[in-house]
């Protein structure tokens, strides 16, 4: 069956699209079939994977508002067993576009129902924003990770995050579970981000995944090679965290860990 995670934090930069695009190449790695959704206008998932915003029509805009079909808006990368669903700029004009459209909430739900077979694992990229997009996101999905960048003011805005995906799941998704909070972007050195850490597990548990992925500069420098850290530099402490979290995710979901 098929496993649909949803990557979202209201809060802008805190590592959503690089969490999901270097999940879904760890997972291709190691041998899952994943297709990664693009759910931002700014495109910068498809960009992590080495595709130029306005080089393609395909888009997951004509997906969400019914005018083109899933498998119509699917490409190949440079990646074994990882396709991606690309936005393109109009995709900023769908969260207006669907407010008058029938089930809404839904229409990225009903329209995954199409591919789902082909793959293991489906990462939607959210933008930063509680949006329609971003609900259709968490109605579509069965997990939502969370990434959050160890700052000061970070747990308030996980906490409001938690808040609405529990509103969601009670409205739209009882099936919609957290499948952890992921911190990134991690500095030794700042003992800020420590008290972070230690917050947050006390607050989240075993919700919280055990690895913490460091920033690291070959982890930004990846997408301006179009590429994952994981096949820009595969020994890079950023590209090894990633891989780890994948295998936490591995345990989580078909391991029942
Ligand atoms: N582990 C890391 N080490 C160094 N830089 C990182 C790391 N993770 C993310 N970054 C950089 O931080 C910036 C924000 O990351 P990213 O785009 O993944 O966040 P986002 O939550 O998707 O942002 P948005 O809300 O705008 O969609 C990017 O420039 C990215 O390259
Ligand atoms: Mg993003």
Redesign the pocket.
């Known amino acids: 069956m098929v496993q649909i995670i949803a990557?979202a934090?209201q809060?802008?930069?805190?590592?959503?699209?690089?969490?999901?695009?270097n999940i879904g190449a760890s997972l291709a790695t190691i041998g899952r079939r994943v297709l990664l959704i693009d759910l931002?206008s700014?495109g910068?998932?498809g960009t992590?994977l080495g595709f130029v915003r306005t080089a393609h029509k395909q888009s997951v805009y004509g997906v969400l508002l019914g005018t083109s079909k899933p498998s119509e808006n699917i490409l190949t990368t440079a990646i074994p067993n990882m396709h991606i669903m690309p936005s393109t700029m109009q995709l900023a004009d769908a969260e207006v576009e669907l407010m008058d459209l029938e089930r809404r909430e839904y229409r990225l739900r009903d329209a995954l129902t199409q591919i789902a077979q082909h793959y293991d694992y489906i990462l939607l990229?959210?933008?930063?924003a509680l949006g329609l997009i971003t609900i259709n996101a968490l109605v579509a999905a069965n997990y939502v990770i969370i990434?959050m960048q160890c700052e000061f003011y970070a747990l308030e805005g996980i906490t409001h995050m938690v808040k609405s995906i529990n509103e969601i799941h009670n409205r739209w998704n009882p099936e919609l579970e957290i499948l952890g909070v992921l911190l990134?972007?991690?500095t030794k050195q700042y003992g800020m981000t420590r008290a972070v850490d230690e917050d947050v597990r006390k607050k989240f548990g075993d919700t919280v995944f055990k690895t913490i992925?460091?920033?690291?500069?070959?982890?930004?420098?990846?997408?301006s090679h179009g590429k994952p850290?994981l096949f820009y530099d595969f020994n890079s402490p950023?590209a090894q965290?990633y891989l780890r979290v994948a295998t936490e995710v591995v345990q989580k979901i078909e391991q029942g860990a």
């Open positions: 990557f934090n809060k802008g930069g805190v590592g959503k699209t690089t969490t999901a695009v931002d700014q910068n998932a992590g990229d959210c933008p930063p990434p990134t972007m991690y992925v460091p920033r690291n500069v070959r982890v930004a420098e990846a997408p850290a950023g965290a």
